[in-house]
């Protein structure tokens, strides 16, 4: 890789998101944050003291000093641009951003199910960057690439290895799921402390919807076919900080014992893990021992944060096999996720 960082900026800079981005940028080999964006009320105020910062580790100091612009591509000189805005501000400006000719990288759901535009997870569906080529309408190679959803994150990389290997026809899951996924100030603590919230608007269809599409086939012609596999959703919130669990139950398409079910998910690998990206772990699922795990607050950091972790791995009597997922929504889930896909990116020459 060029020894120069290359110049990135980050829209949505001081919400939950654009900080966890900023945190990682910090001292990563290959990016270097440059530009910095909020809203309206922000701009021209120095991050450091616009932004309520939520993380556990130091506001990164360069960040700290940057003063806040506009969200417009004028005067923006990264071409790689993250985006960590919510779906709104998102659906209006990603497209602008990649009109003049800024790649995109995006947290958003407002473009994640346009037909021409990549729902990457690097580890399994690399190919479908190949949807860069049908974004004709955005000049100088400009484009969107997007991460899934937070849920639909661990639930598709836990069904990728089976698909592959058996085929996957129908899948149950239940989440649990953390309240940071709701960002900042998220859920009224008298509404979730000693509680749960069984509805999360929007969730349940982005896990059905947005699997299917990560699973399927991309086309010759451009176009992706989704996975033909019929997925129930039901999604809670739960009084947990960091970290999504899924009950998950699966009918396979071919019966096969249980040993090569674990074993397909033990040995499952993709693209980061032979380019070593540097946020790819080293193993993409890990299999959890012990038959109360995985839990939150004793796995949800594997990988960095970056490794979806799979435990109670048994048979169904109404499925095939049922198991249960945890992964780190705001890492894996969001920033991880997509600084990720700027490595693939960035590694593969787009």
């Given amino acids: 890789m060029p020894h120069a960082k290359t110049p990135v900026g980050v829209l949505g800079a001081t919400g939950v998101v654009g900080q966890r981005l900023l945190s990682l940028l910090e001292a990563h080999p290959w990016f270097e944050p440059v530009w910095l964006a909020a809203s309206d009320r ?10 309520r910062w939520h993380l556990a580790s130091p506001l990164p100091a360069a960040a700290a000093g940057m003063e806040l612009q506009p969200a417009a591509p004028e005067g923006c000189p990264a ?6 805005l919510d ?11 990649a009109a003049a000719g800024h790649l995109v990288i995006s947290n958003a759901s407002a473009l994640r199910m346009r037909p021409d535009v990549p729902l990457l997870i690097p580890e399994v569906n690399p190919e479908h960057l190949a949807l860069l080529r ?13 991460n899934p959803n937070c849920s639909t994150v661990g639930l598709a990389m836990a069904l990728a290895p089976l698909e592959r290997a058996f085929g996957v026809e129908q899948v149950f899951v239940t989440t649990l799921q953390a309240i940071s996924g709701a960002g900042y100030p998220g859920v009224a603590s008298l509404d979730i402390l000693a509680n749960v919230v069984p509805y999360i608007a929007g969730e349940e269809e982005k896990l059905e919807t947005e699997s299917g599409k990560i699973l399927g ?11 033909n596999i019929a997925i129930s959703a039901q999604c ?8 999504h669990t899924e009950a998950v139950a699966v009918k396979l398409r071919r019966h096969a014992p249980l040993a090569e079910v674990r074993d397909a998910l033990a040995r499952f690998r993709g693209r980061p893990q032979e380019l070593k990206l540097p946020t790819a772990p080293a193993s993409p699922l890990r299999i959890a021992g012990g038959a109360d795990r ?3 607050r004793r796995d949800v950091e594997a990988g960095g944060g970056m490794t979806v972790t799979v435990g109670r ?25 997509a600084l990720l896909n700027a490595e693939l990116i960035h590694a593969e020459g787009w």
Avoid: M
């Fill in 42 to 51: 922000s701009r021209g105020a120095i991050y450091g003291e616009a932004v």
């Fill in 79 to 84: 071409r790689l641009v993250f985006s960590a």
């Fill in 134 to 146: 049908q974004q004709r309408e955005y000049a100088q190679r400009g484009g969107v690439v997007t």
């Fill in 294 to 296: 995985p839990q939150p």
């Fill in 217 to 227: 086939t991309l086309q010759s012609q451009g176009g992706v076919v989704p996975a």
């Fill in 313 to 337: 791995l048994r048979p169904c009597r109404l499925l095939d096999y049922k198991f249960v997922v945890l992964s780190h929504n705001t890492l894996r889930g969001a920033a991880g996720a």
């Fill in 87 to 97: 779906s709104g501000p998102a659906a209006e400006l990603e497209p602008r951003f």
């Fill in 236 to 243: 809670n919130r739960v009084p947990v900080l960091e970290g």
